[in-house]
């Protein structure tokens, strides 16, 4: 939404009459900003030193946010992502994050999580109805920890030691 500056207030980076991107930022504040990006805003500011002329415009429905996952196709470079790779990109734990995930191994779990959408949602993907079974834990039996002696070992012969006196060592 766009809103107008009526009160600048004690700030000196708020101009009166100047129009500002404005964002919700809690019950009382906008994130203000002089582009149409919520990450390149200046700072928060009470709501009363605006007056909003634009009401937000909606996005469109199967794009933001994400409720479920969708196959989509990177649009713009970013980092390891090249353009027209394909992935699945789905919903994160919070609010304006997306994660990605492999399209040839969904289950894995995501491989990022980003905030700026550079992908087109190219169809809504569909979850498998099977999902395997996990695979039963196997435990492996330890030896015992004596070794037995086999045909090719010698048994060690005992060497017996008797206690010796220094009365012996006299005489």
């Known amino acids: 939404m766009q809103g107008v500056c ?3 207030g004690p700030t000196v980076t708020l101009q009166e009459g100047e129009t500002y991107f404005l964002f919700e930022h809690g019950l ?3 994130l203000v900003s002089r582009f149409n990006n919520p990450g390149a805003h200046f700072g928060s500011y009470e709501k009363k030193f605006f007056e909003v002329i634009q009401e937000e415009q909606p996005e469109p429905a199967n794009l933001w946010p ?3 996952r969708y196959k989509a196709e990177v649009s713009s470079k970013r980092a390891a992502y ?3 790779e394909r992935f699945i990109i789905g919903p994160a734990k919070n609010e304006p994050y997306f994660n990605v995930y492999l399209l ?3 289950e894995r779990g995501p491989i ?4 700026h959408n550079f992908f087109n949602i190219l169809e809504p993907y569909e979850e498998p109805d099977i999902k395997p079974e996990p695979k039963p834990i196997e435990l492996r039996q330890e030896k015992p920890i004596a070794k037995s002696i086999t045909k090719t070992q010698k048994p060690r012969k005992k ?3 008797e206690q010796l006196s220094i009365f012996e060592f006299i005489g």
């Open 104 to 106: 040839d191994n969904p």
């Open 28 to 30: 009382n504040n906008y």
């Open 82 to 84: 090249r353009l027209g």
């Open 112 to 115: 990022g999580s980003y905030i």
């Open 159 to 161: 060497v017996e030691f």
């Open 66 to 68: 994400l409720k479920r």
């Open 6 to 8: 009526i009160n600048p």
